[in-house]
């Protein structure tokens, strides 16, 4: 039986960490500083989702606000594959900024890569009570193969307004190889 963390070949992993008292704001301000484009997700090539989130307190539905002895830093990442080569390429690909990251949070191995970072964030791991996968059975790459061939064919599309059936399906063969 597949556990709740999983829908179709992808897996969903969540991590709570509590955060030191004091090291908060740095943790905030580094993370506000990653830049999009260079995201460091971007060395994990079988990630679809992820992102940090610093859990500050629970409010309940009447607005009053449960203060926790600390505040949590909640990682999550919907990526294809398997659980343990997927924390075994984090843990090694994203060494530098785990320090930045993990390092302010209690427990947090020194240094903050490899086997023992990868004990630590399994150590932290919260089960999902549902996940449902966007994509399927689809894997990252066959996603992004997906939207190049949506574009090529908006492009196509674009060009080709107006064109000659002959012209058109001329045009169609090159471009696509049928």
Not at 46 to 60: K, M, P, Q, S, Y
Not at 73 to 82: K, M, Q, V
Not at 147 to 170: K, N
Request: include cysteine; glycine fraction near 8%.
């Amino acid at each position: 039986m597949k556990s709740s963390n999983e829908s179709g070949q992808a897996y969903a992993f969540m991590a709570m960490t509590p955060i030191v008292n004091g090291q908060e704001a740095p943790l905030r301000s580094y993370l506000e500083g990653l830049e999009q484009e260079h995201s460091p997700f971007a060395k994990l090539p079988r990630t679809h989702f992820a992102r940090w989130v610093i859990l500050e307190g629970f409010v309940e539905e009447d607005g009053h606000a449960d203060p926790l002895k600390s505040e949590y830093l909640i990682f999550t990442s919907n990526f294809d594959g398997d659980l343990n080569s997927y924390l075994d390429e984090l843990c090694d690909r994203l060494a530098p900024e785990a320090g930045q990251i993990w390092g302010r949070c209690y427990g947090c191995p020194e240094p903050a890569e490899g086997d023992a970072l990868k004990r630590y964030l399994l150590h932290n791991q919260q089960d999902t009570s549902l996940f449902f996968a966007a994509y399927g059975d689809a894997t990252v790459d066959r996603v992004r193969r997906s939207v190049d061939q949506r574009e090529r064919m908006i492009d196509f599309a674009t060009v080709s307004q107006g064109a000659p059936p002959d012209e058109l399906q001329r045009r169609f063969h090159e471009e696509f190889g049928e």
